[in-house]
């Protein structure tokens, strides 16, 4: 059984639910279309994703062809298969859990270690970054929307656009908080919390998860 479709392969195939291309026509289309936004997507990615596509029987060769000096290309089609494929991964994607483990919650996780003030400094440094990505990302949106893009072909900006948004105004939010000295950092955990988490334990309560 072929293995699991990687999120490259996904958009590989989708590109290919449209019209047969070839894979240097699918890098510059994925490139194009923003999609590295989406994966991490290069020359290199892409073609080792079709060789794997075609080796599994989801894509097939519908011939070559050459343009002046430029080496041949080949060109892929969806089989049968590669849409049974397609549709079941896509399913999985949406409904399924893909639990993600970000380092910033790492990040967060342990972020008492240090001063409050190298703490602000550094999601400072995010917020900066996320704000200017938020910006781009909005600003392409309404873009596309103005020339005419339907709204079914962009939930994925939706959503990331949303994710950002709610990003930048914890950051904003959080920063305050530690620059207005109003998040008591540097005490240690305390003693109430330490007897009440201990007293369950004995009592063999579970406790919340996500709390250590």
Do not use: C, K
Not at 48 to 66: F, P, Q, S
Not at 74 to 102: K, Q
Not at 177 to 196: I, K, N, Q, S, T
């Amino acid at each position: 059984m072929p293995a699991e479709l990687s999120a490259v392969a996904v958009l590989l195939l989708a590109l290919l639910h449209e019209q047969p291309m070839h894979p240097y026509q699918l890098h510059q289309t994925l490139l194009e279309r923003g999609d590295a936004r989406l994966v991490r997507i290069n020359a290199g990615s892409v073609y080792h994703g079709v060789e794997r596509l075609e080796r599994d029987g989801l894509v097939e060769a519908v011939g070559t062809d050459r343009a002046g000096r430029r080496p041949e290309r080949t060109t892929y089609r969806l089989t049968d298969a590669g849409r049974e494929a397609f549709a079941r991964r896509l399913t999985s994607l949406l409904g399924d859990d893909h639990p993600a483990y970000p380092l910033f919650t790492v990040g967060l996780a342990e972020a008492n270690e240090l001063p409050a003030g190298a703490v602000a400094d550094q999601l400072e440094r995010r917020l900066a970054r996320e704000r200017g990505r938020l910006e781009h990302l909005a600003a392409a949106y309404e873009q596309l929307r103005e020339l005419g893009l339907p709204r079914r072909f962009l939930l994925d900006v939706e959503y990331d656009e949303a994710r950002l948004r709610h990003e930048v105004e914890w950051l904003e939010r959080t920063i305050g908080e530690l620059r207005g000295h109003h998040l008591d950092w540097g005490e240690p955990v305390p003693a109430d919390f330490v007897h009440a988490r201990q007293a369950l334990r004995t009592a063999g309560a579970p406790t919340t998860a996500g709390t250590r």
